[in-house]
């Protein structure tokens, strides 16, 4: 039943990644170009992110962090011991522990598409607890995952932290909590981080930090594009943008040509016109209603919902 051995990544003869170069042609071709968030996150790209959780104006990942230190007693009570933790994703250094060590697990499973930061995160938490069984899983969990056998017995708490459901849009997410609950299985909850709505100036800021990591962050697309598809891409003319979107209540990030440019990706030719953007990313964030409606058309209903002392950030227990 392990994912294991499954072919993760499709690539052509030259090795290109056949899924990258078609998001990258398709989006380019759109009227509003855009390239789908994930393919932000290659080496680089991963390693920027974690500098991200670490600037000052970037502050969910300490928000979110907070509310495990200090919420550890509800954790156990509500949660209980025995369960087992099924992240989506391989699991953060910090907060990871931090849940563990409130409930008790019986076992630890995490999910994540990156083989070699899964097996990292795995013998890094595997120091920390000696006892937890623990059972990396290397999987697409946008897809349903079967588990390990050796928990098929154990009721799941599936735990995805970081507000990541947030840089879905809507009928993505959706699709994606209703799959997690078909992976977690009968009497399942849910742990997952939602970053609220808050001042327009702190959220820009926070994504747009005055160090100019998430710039980096951003431009690292155009820069991997360049590396993988044989792209031309003018990176020094192109500029980072963060911007509140009202409407859809979310901070879209953009590449916005500094002047007209023309260049070539993959044999094909492209250009922009001077303001011209590429969309890079949605970083959706909710309320006490929007989060919850979105859990339940995902299936789950919300039973517990914490936050900071600041109020910047939410994580909701939810149960299937
Ligand atoms: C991973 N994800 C939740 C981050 C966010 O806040 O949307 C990605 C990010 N993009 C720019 N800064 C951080």
Do not use: C
Request: hydrophobic content about 40%; proline content about 5%; charged content about 30%.
């Amino acid at each position: 039943t392990s994912n294991t051995g499954l072919k993760l990544v499709d690539r052509d003869e030259d090795g290109v990644d056949r899924a990258f170069r078609a998001d990258v042609l398709d989006g380019l071709s759109e009227d509003q170009k855009a390239i789908p968030a994930r393919w932000l996150y290659d080496d680089a790209g991963s390693q920027l992110f974690e500098d991200i959780t670490r600037i000052p104006e970037y502050y969910p990942t300490r928000a979110e962090t907070e509310i495990l230190e200090r919420r550890s007693d509800e954790f156990a009570r509500l949660i209980g011991p025995g369960r087992a933790v099924v992240e989506f994703g391989s699991g953060s250094s910090v907060k990871t522990p931090l849940l563990l060590r409130a409930i008790e697990p019986a076992a630890y499973v995490p999910l994540d598409i990156s083989g070699d930061f899964l097996r990292a995160a795995a013998d890094d938490l595997a120091v920390k607890f000696p006892h937890l069984p623990i059972y990396p899983v290397e999987a697409d969990f946008m897809r349903k995952v079967a588990l390990p056998d050796d928990v098929a017995d154990l009721p799941k708490l599936g735990f995805f932290p970081g507000s990541t459901i947030g840089n879905m849009v809507a009928r993505t997410a959706v699709n994606l909590l209703r799959t997690m609950r078909e992976t977690l299985g009968e009497s399942a909850r849910l742990l997952i981080g939602m970053d609220l709505i808050k001042d327009q100036g702190v959220l820009e800021a926070a994504y747009d930090d005055a160090g100019g990591v998430t710039a980096q962050f951003n431009l690292n697309l155009a820069r991997r594009i360049n590396r993988e598809l044989a792209g031309t891409i003018p990176v020094d003319d192109l500029r980072h943008e963060a911007r509140w979107n009202d409407d859809f209540a979310r901070i879209e990030m953009h590449l916005v040509a500094q002047k007209d440019v023309e260049f070539e990706i993959a044999g094909r030719d492209f250009a922009m016109a001077k303001d011209e953007t590429i969309h890079t990313e949605n970083s959706h964030k909710f309320d006490r209603r929007s989060s919850a409606t979105l859990l339940l058309a995902g299936g789950w209903t919300p039973v517990h919902r914490w936050t900071d002392e600041a109020g910047r950030f939410s994580l909701i227990l939810a149960e299937a």
